[in-house]
């Protein structure tokens, strides 16, 4: 009779607690790793980079001149730097094609 108790609390344990705090604690290490200079998405769906890191909260600065200090809990995610990113502009159209006579100067 405890069976198929004891069946249905190993399921839900696997499928709804140990990921749910094992997205925790992955939130917790990315929000201890924060410094100045790092862009981030908050989960509102601000853009931002940070400028000051203090103990509950951060400085973002998500406009020239615009500043917002929120909590750290409001941070969702660390953007990437864009050298990850591939560069898809074509050959031709790169400053450093050898035959863009554009920035040879005068002759």
């Known amino acids: 009779m405890i069976w198929p108790f004891a069946l249905i609390l190993v399921v ?16 917790q290490q990315m929000q201890n790793t924060l410094r100045p200079g790092v862009e981030v998405l908050t989960k509102a769906g601000f853009y931002g980079t940070v400028v000051e890191v203090r103990e509950n909260d951060v400085e973002l ?36 094609f050898p035959g863009d006579d554009r920035n040879d100067g005068p002759r």
């Open 12 to 27: 839900f344990w696997l499928l709804f607690i140990r990921p749910q705090r094992k997205k925790q604690q992955q939130e």
């Open 61 to 96: 600065e998500i406009s020239p001149g615009t500043r917002v200090r929120m909590l750290k809990q409001g941070i969702g995610d660390v953007i990437s730097p864009k050298d990850d990113i591939p560069d898809d502009t074509p050959v031709e159209d790169r400053p450093d």
